[in-house]
């Protein structure tokens, strides 16, 4: 039965999952042909096969040479150095069906073979298999494609990672692309966090881009993005307008009043789901902001007259402007009243006081102020439909929200959060993903819920608010993602350059890596150590990856697999491609109208430079 | 803006609105540039032109502004 072709050498010893082997002398070319196909022998990353029985175990070589020889072979080695270390990762039987995992462990003297492409095929290959979708082929068998199981992907949770520059752009898009295949997967749902506006290009047509200030020319589909202030919870909603409080004193204040108007609101338009004796502070139910803000406004920096009859609060003392109106500022438009100072002159019969019991909560108040009148906060407090009238009143609820965002006849959403203030993009990052999970949380037996269609949601440059240096409202709902979303359908893919600054929680319970070439050995060993397989000869192969060329390994592939993404059709491809400095072809054959080759214009317009800056948006005015 | 397919080795198409003198091109990687307060003249030149790709190069790259699309 011995293959004497693939024949590389005998096991000697065993440990664990880990075989040392030493390679026999008949093996000695280092070059081997098998049906007309050569094999390098001993190839770190390469398969190898060890048959027990009816059973084939499979492994992975991870070293070669003197270092892999076991510690106390070291004195009394007689075949030089020729040892390779195996790990072992799975068992195929003889029909060629592989799983991972292994039942049987090889034995001193068992014959290590190398694995053919044909067998390759065998294990990696099953592509008439719907779940499965295509992103490459393996890198070095252009023949076999590397197939991704769906299930396993989405539910599992999965990151991509790798230094910029690497592909991971293109990686995402390309997983994307085929995910988003509409004969294939008529349902998919895929909710994507694109932070520097990248993708809204590559997936025009299969995507709704919603967008703050979204570009409103009849050729662009983005649409504007909204968050409404009350559908977050307390504790966002505290981060986002209030800040910090001095003490739980304050805040409870604050929580009591939101409560209670909340209470109005439930009273005048009851809500279907909603009763008064479940309600908290929490629900999403809609109350005015800005009344609350003004009303607080006054109660903390307001002076009445102390003379007059009635409630102090009745009697409030307003600066009057130049043509003698009461300065009573605007709710909606977060203008402040304006209050005439303390007065208490002996000869003077006006006596003018602050309010009794007035609040301590100036801080917050100011702040909150500012952001009602600043227009870059609209998407949260003035959210168009979703605004909120003096009662209670609104135009749209939350059910429209969600069906633009995961409900809509296009497989995917991209939420550009290239607008949101960085103040505040942690936050709105975890209530937005909060908002999500609670609702496929809570609709888990509807057709429509999490658990009947699954939600993929792609973290781009997830380092920026997945870090453990602050205690992020987005982490902690990223790892209640991470740990729970599995039962309700909501898989999470993190997308980093930086996997070192992400919460280590996080990244140990993503089931699928996409690794691509990452340099840097913190980032490196914060990989490897969060994967499940004990594989350091193919994390060791990360700093030396080509661009586009990734491991692939966990859960949603059968072996870990050395892949070469297919990009993307070149006119779906994200805008993070490197910029040409220099054009390789002539200036007549470039496809580039820029770079450093190319004599500048006469009259560069830096009137249009700085508008693109001030309007946010680097589409200026004049293109139609 | 409709624009006029071109055989060129670069260019894949191009198109003009007089009405504000906007040269658009398609370029054969899919990428579309428009440039600005460009002559009509140059236009019709552009499309009249042996090489589109030569004519671009010499008489609006690095002579006119431009935007991505």
Same mark, same amino acid.
């Given at each position: 039965?011995?293959?004497?072709?693939?024949?590389?050498?005998?096991?000697?010893?065993?440990?664990?999952?880990?075989?040392?082997?030493?390679?026999?002398?008949?093996?000695?070319?280092?070059?081997?042909?098998?049906?007309?196909?050569?094999?390098?022998?001993?190839?770190?990353?390469?398969?190898?096969?060890?048959?027990?029985?009816?059973?084939? *175990?499979?492994?992975?070589?991870?070293?070669?040479?003197?270092?892999?020889?076991?510690?106390?072979?070291?004195?009394?080695?007689?075949?030089?150095? @020729?040892?390779?270390?195996?790990?072992?990762?799975?068992?195929?039987?003889?029909?060629?069906?592989?799983?991972?995992? #292994?039942?049987?462990?090889?034995? !001193?003297?068992?014959?290590?073979? &190398?694995?053919?492409?044909?067998? *390759?095929?065998?294990?990696?290959?099953?592509?008439?298999?719907?779940?499965?979708?295509?992103?490459?082929?393996?890198?070095?068998?252009?023949?076999?494609?590397?197939?991704?199981?769906?299930?396993?992907?989405?539910?599992?949770?999965?990151?991509?990672?790798?230094?910029? $520059?690497?592909?991971?752009? /293109?990686?995402?898009?390309?997983?994307?692309?085929?995910?988003?295949?509409?004969?294939?997967?008529?349902?998919?749902?895929?909710?994507?966090? +694109?932070?520097?506006?990248?993708?809204?290009?590559?997936?025009?047509?299969?995507?709704?881009?919603?967008? !703050?200030?979204?570009?409103?020319?009849?050729?662009?589909?983005?649409?504007?993005?909204?968050?409404?202030?009350?559908?977050?919870?307390?504790?966002?909603?505290?981060?986002?307008?209030?800040?910090?409080?001095?003490?739980?004193?304050?805040?409870?204040?604050?929580?009591?009043?939101?409560?209670?108007?909340?209470?109005?609101?439930?009273?005048?338009?009851?809500?279907?789901?909603?009763?008064? +004796?479940? #309600?908290?502070?929490?629900?999403?139910?809609?109350?005015?902001?800005?009344?609350?803000?003004?009303?607080?406004?006054?109660?903390?920096?307001?002076?009445?007259?102390?003379?007059?009859?009635?409630?102090?609060?009745?009697?409030?003392?307003?600066?009057?402007?130049?043509?003698?109106?009461?300065?009573?500022? +605007?709710?909606?438009?977060?203008?402040?009243?304006?209050?005439?100072?303390?007065?208490?002159?002996?000869?003077?019969?006006?006596?003018?006081?602050?309010?009794?019991?007035?609040?301590?909560?100036?801080?917050?108040?100011?702040?909150?102020?500012?952001?009602?009148?600043?227009?870059?906060?609209?998407?949260?407090?003035?959210?168009?439909?979703?605004?909120?009238?003096?009662? $209670?009143?609104?135009?749209?609820?939350?059910?429209?929200?969600?069906?633009?965002? !995961?409900?809509?006849?296009?497989?995917?959403?991209? *939420?550009?959060?290239?607008?949101?203030?960085?103040?505040?993009?942690?936050?709105?990052?975890?209530?937005?993903?909060?908002?999500?999970?609670?609702?496929?949380? %809570?609709?888990?037996?509807?057709?429509?819920?999490?658990?009947? @269609?699954?939600?993929?949601?792609?973290?781009?440059?997830?380092?920026?608010? &997945?870090?453990?240096?602050?205690?992020?409202?987005?982490?902690?709902?990223?790892?209640?993602?991470?740990?729970?979303?599995?039962?309700?359908?909501?898989?999470?893919?993190?997308?980093?350059?930086?996997?070192?600054?992400?919460?280590?929680?996080?990244?140990?319970?993503?089931?699928?890596?996409?690794?691509?070439?990452?340099?840097?050995?913190?980032?490196?060993?914060?990989?490897?150590?969060?994967?499940?397989?004990?594989?350091?000869? #193919?994390? $060791?192969?990360?700093?030396?990856?080509? /661009?586009?060329?990734?491991?692939?390994?966990?859960?949603?592939?059968?072996?870990?697999?050395?892949?070469?993404?297919?990009?993307?059709?070149?006119?779906?491809?994200?805008?993070?491609?490197?910029?040409?400095?220099?054009?390789?072809?002539?200036?007549?054959?470039?496809?580039?109208?820029?770079? %450093?080759?190319?004599?500048?214009?006469?009259?560069?317009?830096?009137?249009?430079?700085?508008?693109?800056?001030?309007?946010?948006?680097?589409?200026?005015?004049? !293109?139609? | 803006?409709?624009?006029?397919?071109?055989?060129?080795?670069?260019?894949?198409?191009?198109?003009? =609105?007089?009405?504000?003198?906007?040269?658009?091109?398609?370029?054969?990687?899919?990428?579309?540039?428009?440039?600005? =307060?460009?002559?009509?003249?140059?236009?019709?030149?552009?499309?009249?032109?042996?090489?589109?790709?030569?004519?671009?190069?010499?008489?609006?790259?690095?002579?006119?502004?431009?935007?991505?699309?």
């Amino acid at each position: 039965m011995p293959n004497k072709e693939t024949y590389l050498g005998d096991v000697q010893d065993v440990n664990g999952t880990t075989v040392s082997i030493t390679l026999s002398k008949q093996s000695l070319t280092g070059f081997v042909y098998i049906n007309g196909q050569g094999y390098r022998v001993g190839q770190i990353g390469s398969f190898i096969r060890i048959p027990v029985g009816f059973n084939d *175990l499979f492994g992975i070589i991870s070293q070669v040479g003197a270092s892999a020889i076991p510690k106390n072979q070291v004195d009394n080695d007689t075949s030089g150095n @020729r040892w390779m270390t195996i790990q072992l990762i799975g068992e195929g039987q003889r029909n060629g069906t592989f799983q991972r995992g #292994l039942s049987q462990y090889p034995t !001193i003297g068992d014959e290590v073979h &190398l694995v053919s492409e044909n067998e *390759l095929k065998n294990i990696y290959g099953q592509p008439d298999k719907p779940y499965f979708v295509k992103v490459g082929h393996i890198s070095n068998a252009d023949s076999i494609p590397a197939l991704i199981d769906i299930n396993k992907l989405v539910t599992r949770h999965s990151a991509v990672v790798g230094t910029t $520059g690497s592909g991971k752009s /293109t990686t995402v898009s390309s997983i994307i692309n085929a995910l988003s295949d509409n004969n294939k997967y008529p349902s998919a749902r895929i909710i994507m966090l +694109d932070l520097h506006g990248e993708y809204g290009n590559a997936l025009k047509n299969k995507a709704n881009i919603y967008k !703050i200030n979204a570009d409103k020319s009849p050729s662009s589909i983005e649409k504007d993005l909204y968050i409404p202030f009350w559908a977050l919870n307390f504790d966002e909603l505290c981060e986002i307008s209030f800040g910090d409080f001095n003490n739980e004193k304050d805040k409870n204040i604050i929580l009591e009043r939101v409560q209670k108007l909340k209470n109005n609101t439930l009273i005048k338009y009851p809500k279907k789901g909603a009763s008064i +004796d479940t #309600l908290s502070v929490d629900s999403p139910i809609p109350f005015d902001i800005h009344n609350l803000w003004h009303e607080l406004f006054i109660e903390t920096f307001g002076t009445y007259y102390k003379k007059n009859a009635g409630k102090p609060i009745d009697n409030l003392a307003y600066e009057r402007d130049d043509s003698n109106v009461e300065m009573k500022g +605007d709710p909606k438009k977060g203008i402040p009243p304006v209050f005439r100072n303390v007065k208490d002159d002996k000869d003077d019969n006006e006596k003018i006081n602050y309010l009794p019991g007035s609040l301590n909560i100036g801080k917050q108040l100011t702040l909150l102020g500012s952001k009602l009148r600043i227009p870059r906060y609209d998407f949260i407090f003035k959210p168009n439909d979703w605004s909120v009238e003096n009662d $209670g009143k609104i135009k749209s609820d939350l059910d429209t929200l969600l069906k633009d965002w !995961i409900g809509s006849d296009k497989p995917v959403t991209i *939420l550009d959060l290239s607008g949101v203030p960085p103040d505040i993009l942690q936050t709105t990052i975890g209530a937005l993903l909060r908002i999500l999970y609670e609702a496929l949380f %809570w609709a888990r037996n509807l057709s429509q819920g999490g658990r009947h @269609r699954p939600l993929l949601i792609v973290m781009e440059e997830a380092h920026i608010y &997945l870090n453990d240096d602050q205690k992020g409202m987005a982490s902690t709902v990223v790892k209640r993602i991470v740990k729970e979303g599995r039962k309700y359908g909501i898989g999470a893919m993190i997308v980093s350059q930086r996997p070192s600054e992400i919460n280590s929680t996080i990244l140990s319970q993503c089931g699928t890596f996409f690794a691509l070439r990452l340099t840097n050995s913190t980032d490196r060993s914060h990989i490897t150590s969060a994967l499940s397989d004990n594989l350091d000869g #193919l994390t $060791g192969m990360l700093p030396i990856l080509r /661009t586009g060329e990734a491991i692939i390994l966990g859960e949603a592939v059968k072996l870990p697999m050395r892949t070469f993404i297919e990009p993307p059709p070149k006119n779906a491809r994200p805008d993070s491609q490197d910029p040409i400095v220099f054009d390789e072809v002539g200036v007549e054959e470039s496809q580039n109208p820029g770079g %450093w080759g190319i004599s500048m214009e006469i009259n560069p317009n830096y009137e249009e430079l700085i508008e693109t800056w001030r309007s946010q948006n680097p589409k200026i005015d004049k !293109i139609k | 803006m409709i624009r006029t397919s071109v055989t060129s080795s670069n260019v894949a198409s191009v198109g003009y =609105d007089y009405e504000s003198s906007t040269l658009e091109i398609e370029f054969n990687n899919g990428s579309v540039y428009q440039y600005f =307060d460009v002559n009509e003249r140059v236009y019709e030149e552009l499309l009249a032109a042996s090489s589109v790709g030569g004519y671009l190069a010499s008489n609006i790259k690095g002579i006119y502004r431009y935007s991505k699309v």
